[in-house]
């Protein structure tokens, strides 16, 4: 069989027993392995999955050793889903979206899989084992799960074990029979007496690693029979016994690598060259795994290797037994090694193990951001937490790391507090670290603030990015991260501050800057504001623009985290405007998942106003008014561009709900400088329909129609000076005020006005052929009744309310298939409604069939 030439190859044996047992297990939905270190598990696994498997899919995880961080954890396991690379890791990780992604992938699969996790007691994140657990309890039901660990961990997997779901393998049944021990010496070529072969399978009782170490110091031993006679004891002494027996017969150069490269996690011949001071490491290790001896390599192309775990731990205890001088400065090289090659984590550790806490502070101080932005937020932790209680003194850039951490976190009081201490150490420091240490001082306070929503403070804190330029490869490195940051936070406050041109600029440098740095997570954060900076053009650019950054959060597999939520908003709120009320709550509902684990106040104060103007458009103000009080209650200090809005609206949501008198006491309670809003000034026109007054609705209106007021505003005025004068009986002047509502909104199709005023009755008893917008009144009535009134008096070659919609496109510049884009229907949609169009209006191509809408007064005059 397949599976015994290859296990034959590695020196192992086919234990069809265990394999059939493991086959068995697999039925059920989730199997558990648990046994102590050298017991075979990785073996048994290797083996099974080994196996030609024509009815199912195995997607085989390692857990990295020490593998603090929960989302590189479920990176690794959603590349080997996939079957590609692991997405790139991100700041700002969701746990809960994970758990969704994953199970939404193994479903989308379709056939049988068997997920196999090994060395599962690796991961040390409690939030990890929680979500892995969530993931267990609802695997799809063509999926099945095995993970192997050293011990019991904490799934609370009794439901799958109550209901039968749960089949567990421990160490004794992975324990070699006396068959299975005289088949491993036979197949590694050495003859036993059968007492010998009994003898050697007491002492290790069947244990895997005894037995491997044993074939490895019986090969070629001279007298076989007296070692076998000679070791007794636990598994520990049993393994150090066998341990000195092998490597006793190693030769030097092969014991002068196993020793001095132990203690790396993982090592390759270059490194394993310098810790050795010797060449052709790389072929020993090579030989080393073709022998079995405790060496697994690490990649397909076999040049990064790891040591059995068990066999690591022992090689250290004889590497400090036995060259203990050596050990801080094996460590001081692959530290120097690790972090000439990237490998800044892996060197602070080997900085720390060698007790050179100075070294290792700083390097952890200088790519602390880094770490953090590369998703590595719970490595950044566990370094913190190495260092000794009192290094802080010693070392008090540490608190720069503290604060970053704490801002990851969002402990914003705990963050402020280090930054303190990071501001007095930088008054003190050398000058060659002053300018590092103050730039990031600045950007994080900025991303302190902005996440605070002290958005005036932003401001105040642009000044203090303005340094001469750093000179060192790490100081340009550590600074364009902390740059990129900085135009982020910018950008984000000047967009919630209403300052969209500013806005624009410092985010679409922002992303730039992230692009040529290559932080991917920084570029699509620009890029998911972005869309709402750049509406202050055009509704359809910015709608292009948050689709673009939807499309490259989606390439990195982070369409489910906050960092994209922004463009979800973005989305949800131009489609508010534009009457696309279902597709916004399904944009909105998105935004919603994706900051479920919080946010900053910017981006839930946004999601808290959209969810208030969709209900208030279908006429249900209580339900907008409970959001817009939400609104309300998110920490942002100080004015904001939301500001005036939201207090206008909530006013005239009151007013709305038949409650005068609460609108008047809120408009009371208005400060000088808002009430001189034209949002306040809008709500005031509203109390006093609703007092039944409307010349004093159209007396308080009166300086907000003007065309130096911002067009919605502005939309929203004439509206509301529109039924003012029905009430009056002044239908003329009614009609001439939608009429100029209608002519500012037809540019970008603006339909929310027209439902939160109510509005959109008046446009019920107009013949659409009576308005030279008649495409917008269309969308309008749509939108707020789901049908277009068409009434008694329409003639009936009259366009139908889509033909209305494609005809609002024919004066612009867009094709066909762009037409079609725009308006979500199939080309052939189009090409149909164009056809009608032509015929109804006697057209022969589209410039006539634009004229002859103007004629009719279908389309406005002034659209270009």
């Given at each position: ?330 460590h001081r090289i692959a530290a120097r090694w ?213 499309t490259a959060a989606t390439r990195h597999g ?82 904001h561009g939301w500001t005036s809005r939201v ?218």
């Amino acid at each position: 069989m397949p599976a015994e030439d290859g296990a034959t190859r590695r020196g192992l044996i086919n234990r069809r027993d265990l394999i059939a047992a493991l086959d068995e297990a697999v039925k059920r939905r989730v199997t558990v392995i648990s046994a102590p270190a050298g017991s075979g598990k990785t073996s048994l696994l290797r083996d099974w999955a080994d196996r030609r498997h024509h009815d199912r899919r195995i997607v085989f995880v390692s857990v990295k050793p020490g593998q603090h961080d929960a989302q590189l954890f479920w990176l690794s396991l959603l590349g080997a889903i996939r079957g590609t690379e692991s997405p790139p890791p991100a700041p700002g990780f969701d746990g809960q979206a994970m758990v969704d992604k994953v199970l939404s992938e193994l479903t989308a699969y379709g056939g049988p899989v068997v997920l196999i996790i090994d060395d599962l007691h690796e991961l040390t994140s409690a939030e990890a084992a929680e979500q892995l657990a969530a993931v267990l309890t609802n695997l799809p039901t063509a999926v099945h799960a095995v993970v192997a660990t050293r011990r019991d961990l904490p799934l609370r997997l009794h439901q799958l074990r109550l209901a039968g779901e749960l089949a567990e393998i421990r160490a004794t049944e992975l324990r070699f029979t006396v068959d299975e021990t005289r088949k491993l010496l036979t197949t590694a070529g050495i003859t036993l007496p059968d007492q010998a072969v009994t003898t050697l399978y007491q002492r290790t009782e069947g244990w895997a690693a005894g037995l491997r170490l044993a074939v490895l110091s019986l090969a070629g031993h001279p007298q076989p029979e007296r070692f076998v006679a000679e070791f007794s004891g636990s598994d520990r002494t049993v393994a150090e016994y066998l341990m000195t027996e092998m490597l006793d017969r190693q030769p030097p150069e092969v014991l002068r690598l196993l020793l001095r490269t132990s203690l790396l996690d993982r090592v390759n011949g270059e490194l394993a060259d310098l810790l050795t001071g010797a060449t052709g490491s790389e072929r020993i290790l090579l030989d080393l795994e073709d022998a079995n001896a405790f060496v697994v390599s690490l990649d397909p192309v076999r040049t990064w290797f790891r040591y059995h775990h068990l066999f690591s731990g022992l090689l250290r205890l004889e590497l400090r037994r036995t060259l203990p001088g050596d050990v801080p400065d094996l460590h001081r090289i692959a530290a120097r090694w690790f972090a000439d090659h990237a490998g800044t984590a892996d060197a602070i550790r080997h900085f720390q193990a060698a007790g050179d806490w100075t070294e290792a502070a700083r390097l952890l101080t200088d790519h602390a951001l880094s770490l953090t932005l590369d998703g590595q937020a719970g490595t950044v932790a566990a370094l913190l937490h190495t260092f000794p209680a009192r290094a802080g003194d010693d070392s008090p850039g540490l608190a720069l790391v503290h604060a970053i951490a704490d801002l990851d976190q969002l402990h914003l009081d705990q963050a402020d507090a280090h930054l303190d201490v990071v501001r007095a150490y930088a008054a003190t420091t050398s000058s060659d670290r002053q300018h590092r240490l103050r730039t990031a001082i600045a950007s994080l306070d900025l991303l302190s603030a902005r996440l605070r929503g002290h958005f005036d403070s932003v401001f105040e804190q642009v000044d203090a990015l303005s340094q001469p330029a750093a000179q060192s490869t790490a100081d340009v490195a550590l600074s364009n991260d902390l740059q990129a940051i900085a135009l982020l936070s910018l950008g984000v406050t000047e967009a919630w501050s209403m300052r969209l041109p500013e806005s624009e600029k410092h985010l679409q440098e922002g992303a730039a800057l992230a692009r040529d740095i290559d932080r991917p997570y920084l570029e699509v954060a620009c890029r998911a504001h972005l869309g709402f900076a750049i509406s202050h053009h055009s509704f359809s650019l910015a709608r292009q623009q948050c689709e673009d950054a939807i499309t490259a959060a989606t390439r990195h597999g982070w369409e489910g985290d906050a960092v994209i939520a922004p463009a979800y908003a973005t989305l949800a709120w131009m489609l508010s405007w534009t009457g696309e009320f279902d597709r916004a709550g399904e944009w909105l509902e998105r935004a919603n998942r994706a900051t479920q684990a919080g946010g900053e106040p910017g981006i839930r104060y946004l999601i808290h106003l959209i969810a208030a103007i969709l209900p208030a458009a279908r006429g249900r103000h209580r339900e907008a008014l409970t959001e817009l009080t939400a609104a309300g209650q998110v920490r942002m200090a100080g004015r904001h561009g939301w500001t005036s809005r939201v207090a206008g609206w909530t006013i005239a949501t009151q007013a709305r709900l038949r409650d005068p008198d609460r609108a008047l006491a809120a408009l009371a309670a208005v400060d000088d400088e808002l009430a001189t809003t034209h949002e306040i000034g809008t709500a005031t026109a509203v109390i006093h329909l609703a007092e039944g007054d409307p010349a004093a609705a159209r007396s308080a209106l009166k300086p907000l129609l003007d065309d130096k007021v911002p067009t919605i505003t502005l939309i929203e005025a004439y509206l509301l000076e529109a039924l003012a004068c029905k009430d009056l009986g002044d239908d003329r002047a009614a009609r001439a005020a939608v009429e100029r509502a209608l002519h500012l909104a037809e540019p970008e199709g603006l339909i929310l006005p027209f439902a939160m005023t109510g509005a959109w009755e008046l446009l019920t008893s107009w013949p659409l052929h009576s308005t030279s917008h008649a495409a917008l009144v269309a969308d309008i009535l749509d939108a707020v009744r789901g049908h277009t009134n068409a009434t008694a008096s329409e003639p009936l070659d009259a366009l139908s309310p889509s033909e209305l919609r494609v005809l609002r496109f024919l004066p612009t510049n867009l094709t066909r298939p762009e037409i079609a884009a725009e308006l979500s229907v199939s080309l052939n949609t189009v090409n149909t409604h164009i056809r009608r169009i032509y015929t109804k209006l006697g057209a022969t191509d589209r410039s006539s069939a634009v004229q002859r809408g103007r004629d009719l007064r279908l389309l406005s005059a002034g659209r270009a």
